[in-house]
């Protein structure tokens, strides 16, 4: 029973963690929907991909070996250029973090193109979506982001003997995971609207984890380029450019408000 409890709570911690990027996600895309609809959005997408997760679980643990298996008609070789094995679990975590990366590159250049962000007849209508469109990306990328957790959670489990026991434990921790980003994703959604200068840092962030995944799927698919493999981009390094990103951020805002306070500073000075 004690070895139960500790891997639930490490189960637990797991599903939080990587959790982040998700829930970073959630807030992102929730902004899409109406205003009045954003905070529903993000509470139906996230209890209907909990409830997934689930189904998912389960799924999984029944067919692992089909998505780790290559598949025949997507492996292959042309010599000295490119060597590739696809399975199903690599397929879907590259077209995942592919469309996390063309999500990040089109807001961020939204923001650059746009003129007036707070003038509501400037921004591009056309980028809203419905309320029932933003609830269907957030389950599917929730289950994106969830495919690699699930499959870390099967790992630690599988020193359980019993397979019931095993599967009510990883269920308990994606709802427990699940309940903790339901708790998380208004806060951030509000912050994130107060300090609309962190929406960059956050599409950066959102950038870098579709890398991540992209360099993920391509190590499944045993991929090489001109005999080079490709390396997943570990958790370390994730969190660590993070926090270094983060730094970067906080000395720049510093900076840039001292340097307006020295040029109103100077213009004070020139009116005298």
Same mark, same amino acid.
């Given at each position: 029973m004690a070895e139960v409890i500790f891997t639930l709570l490490m189960l637990v911690m797991l599903q939080a963690v990587l959790g982040f990027d998700n829930l970073l996600y959630i807030s992102l895309?929730? $902004? #899409?929907? =109406?205003? @009045?609809?954003? $905070? *529903?959005? *993000? $509470?139906v997408g996230i209890l209907i991909a909990i409830a997934?997760?689930?189904?998912?679980?389960?799924?999984?643990?029944? &067919?692992?070996?089909? /998505?780790?298996? =290559?598949?025949? /008609?997507?492996?292959?070789?042309?010599?000295d250029v490119l060597k590739?094995? /696809?399975?199903? %679990?690599?397929?879907?975590v590259l077209a995942g973090g592919a469309f996390i990366i063309y999500t990040a590159i089109k807001e961020i250049w939204h923001?650059? @193109?746009? #003129?007036? !962000? %707070?003038?509501?007849?400037?921004?591009?209508?056309?980028?809203? $979506?419905?309320?029932? +469109?933003? &609830?269907?990306?957030?389950?599917?990328?929730? !289950? &994106?982001?969830?495919?690699?957790?699930?499959?870390? +959670?099967?790992?630690?489990?599988?020193?359980i003997e019993n397979s019931t026991t095993a599967f009510i434990v990883m269920a308990i921790a994606i709802v427990a995971s699940g309940l903790l980003m339901l708790l998380m994703a208004d806060r951030i959604s509000v912050f994130l609207a107060k300090n609309r200068m962190y929406e960059v840092l956050g599409l950066f962030i959102l950038f870098i984890v579709g890398i991540m995944l992209v360099t993920e799927g391509g190590h499944l698919a045993h991929l090489k380029i001109f005999g080079n493999e490709i390396v997943p981009m570990s958790k370390t390094t994730f969190y660590f450019v993070i926090v270094v990103l983060v730094i970067v951020d906080i000395v720049q805002g510093r900076y840039q408000k001292k340097l307006i306070r020295e040029e109103i500073a100077k213009s004070t000075d020139s009116d005298k």
């Amino acid at each position: 029973m004690a070895e139960v409890i500790f891997t639930l709570l490490m189960l637990v911690m797991l599903q939080a963690v990587l959790g982040f990027d998700n829930l970073l996600y959630i807030s992102l895309e929730s $902004k #899409k929907a =109406p205003i @009045s609809e954003q $905070k *529903r959005v *993000r $509470k139906v997408g996230i209890l209907i991909a909990i409830a997934l997760r689930i189904v998912l679980l389960f799924v999984l643990v029944s &067919v692992i070996d089909y /998505f780790q298996e =290559p598949f025949s /008609f997507l492996t292959g070789e042309i010599e000295d250029v490119l060597k590739f094995a /696809f399975n199903g %679990h690599s397929l879907i975590v590259l077209a995942g973090g592919a469309f996390i990366i063309y999500t990040a590159i089109k807001e961020i250049w939204h923001m650059i @193109s746009v #003129k007036d !962000l %707070h003038d509501s007849a400037m921004v591009d209508t056309s980028r809203n $979506k419905s309320a029932n +469109a933003v &609830v269907t990306s957030i389950v599917i990328m929730n !289950l &994106v982001f969830s495919f690699d957790s699930i499959l870390a +959670a099967i790992g630690l489990t599988s020193d359980i003997e019993n397979s019931t026991t095993a599967f009510i434990v990883m269920a308990i921790a994606i709802v427990a995971s699940g309940l903790l980003m339901l708790l998380m994703a208004d806060r951030i959604s509000v912050f994130l609207a107060k300090n609309r200068m962190y929406e960059v840092l956050g599409l950066f962030i959102l950038f870098i984890v579709g890398i991540m995944l992209v360099t993920e799927g391509g190590h499944l698919a045993h991929l090489k380029i001109f005999g080079n493999e490709i390396v997943p981009m570990s958790k370390t390094t994730f969190y660590f450019v993070i926090v270094v990103l983060v730094i970067v951020d906080i000395v720049q805002g510093r900076y840039q408000k001292k340097l307006i306070r020295e040029e109103i500073a100077k213009s004070t000075d020139s009116d005298k």
